[in-house]
Nanobody
Framework: QLQLVESGGKLVQPGGSLRLSCAAS????????TGWFRQAPGKEREAILC????????AYADSVKGRFTVSRDNAKNTMYLQMSSLKPEDTAVYYC?????????????????WGQGTQVTVSS
């Protein structure tokens, strides 16, 4: 059974750091483009970063450039989102997703498989 499971979300103070994990089972994660999205209350789901099957990284959200990085451990079949200098506006549910094509897309409907999401709250 194909499954994505995010973990690592929690309450963190502004300026803090956090690493989210996305563990895949039932398929090989690097077969397709794999991305991180987030959705804040009342807002649309937003693409953050994505890794193509070949390893190229695309950053979609200007607000996280220089603060968030994405990586993938193929041996563990897991993708990570490293977040630093967190701000209250980073508060959202964070999702990982994978699409059947090797390249990335900023559009959520282009991804066929999603995790359940993990809540990140940035607050003092």
């Amino acid at each position: 059974q194909l499954q994505l499971v995010e973990s690592g979300g929690k309450l963190v103070q502004p300026g803090g750091s956090l690493r989210l994990s996305c563990a895949a089972s039932g398929f090989i994660l690097d077969y397709g483009g794999t991305g991180w999205f987030r959705q804040a209350p009342g807002k649309e789901r937003e693409a953050i970063l994505c890794i193509e099957s070949g390893g190229a990284i695309t950053a979609y959200a200007d607000s996280v450039k220089g603060r968030f990085t994405v990586s993938r451990d193929n041996a563990k079949n897991t993708m990570y989102l490293q977040m630093s200098s967190l701000k209250p506006e980073d508060t959202a549910v964070y999702y990982c997703a994978v699409r059947q094509y090797s390249y990335c897309s900023p559009n959520a409907p282009d991804y066929q498989h999603w995790g359940q999401g993990t809540q990140v709250t940035v607050s003092s």
